[in-house]
């Protein structure tokens, strides 16, 4: 069993940067981040694989960017030019897959609410 631990959220004006930490309690393949927002579905955010391969929801490319130090299984997901729009929680997630769907990731976080406002 795998235990993911997140942080870094918080409340930031737009235009403005986070970043997101998330560690994990064992190595796995995948490690990556989806948000989701009051009424919507969880959506992929950024994922990693291991090896370094990536995959990037389009609203985000260019803005996000996600890494990970695989020494010390942790995943980060640095944000910069927020929008309102990037306002959810988001979730880690972690899969012995390489780049799975959302439906083969094992192990998910808690959560941290990222909120975009002036």
């Known amino acids: 069993q795998v235990q993911l631990v997140e942080s870094g959220g918080g409340l930031v004006q737009p235009g403005g940067s986070l970043r997101l930490s998330c560690a994990a309690s064992?190595?796995?393949?995948?490690m990556g981040w989806y948000r989701q927002a009051p009424g919507k579905q969880r959506e992929l955010v950024a994922a990693i694989s291991s090896a370094g391969s990536t995959n990037y929801a389009d609203s985000v490319k260019g803005r996000f960017t996600i890494s990970r130090d695989n020494a010390k299984n942790t995943v980060f997901l640095q944000m910069n030019s927020l929008k309102p729009d990037d306002t959810a929680v988001y979730y880690c997630?972690?899969?012995?897959?390489?780049?799975?769907?959302?439906?083969?990731?094992?192990?998910w976080g808690q959560g941290t609410q990222v909120t975009v406002s002036s």
């Open positions: 064992g190595s796995i393949s995948t």
């Open positions: 997630a972690a899969s012995q897959w390489v780049l799975p769907t959302i439906r083969l990731y094992n192990y």
